[in-house]
């Protein structure tokens, strides 16, 4: 049971494959101390789906949790697909009595975009800049393994520079199952041998190693712009995997863009009291 003199934040991040949520619960007020998370999901997005159903979903992870909707005092979202986010705003006020935050235009960051036109940055990408140099410092590079495989740049200054867009490791084999007759969907883990004998061994060798020296070659040019002793952090569903094979990813951050949420509702929150 929470103390109801204390915030409880819930977070959420939509995005194309998974919807990711956390609560935070805070000892004081969040100007005061830092949330800590206590419980989180990983939920598979599904653009079609109802308010109604949402709220269904989340009452059951709460419920599983031990949790109560209404402990809920604030609410903070971030989605690269912007037709949920009406949906996800019903949600919030169904089920928590709360107007989300939304991440966007206008909240304030403390971290300048250096991108040429800043309204093209996807949300995700700038909460994980975020909390990448909140929690790191800088220089940093931060990859997330999502649907898009993603590198962001933050300087040693906090500025957001930019990135790199690849396709994600799921995409690129859902391509490959979709275009080549007698190729298959695997699992993402390490073959016998490089060397794969068997088909599966073969994709399974290309997934895993391909990826992993994508990173290492892309970390290795964006050092020569970005300076030699940028960090390297890794989040999303596949981080471990990959890192335990890349040379140049340094940590895992597996809650990284929840921690950017938590951030960014903290610096945020004078502004909505």
Known sequence: MTDLSTPVLLVIDVGNTNVSLGIYDYDDAPEKSEGRLSQHWRVSTHREQTSDELVISLSALFATEERETWEVT??????VVPPVVPI????????FGQQPQIVGPGMRTGMPVRYENPHEVGADRIVNAVA????FGGPIIAVDFGTATTFDCI??????????????IHISME???????????????????VIGRTTTGALQSGLLYGYAGLVDSMVERIRKELGANAKVIATGGLARRIAAESKAIEQVAP?????GLRILFEKNRSERD
């Open 155 to 168: 300087s040693g200054r906090g500025e957001y520079l930019g990135g790199v867009i690849c396709p994600g």
């Open 175 to 193: 391509a490959l199952f979709e275009r080549a007759a007698k190729l298959h969907r695997v699992e993402i883990a390490r073959p016998r041998s």
């Open 74 to 79: 604030d609410v903070i979202l971030s989605s």
């Open 88 to 95: 996800w705003e019903r949600v919030s006020n169904k089920l």
């Open 132 to 135: 990448a140099f909140e929690l």
């Open 255 to 259: 809650f990284l863009t929840l921690d």
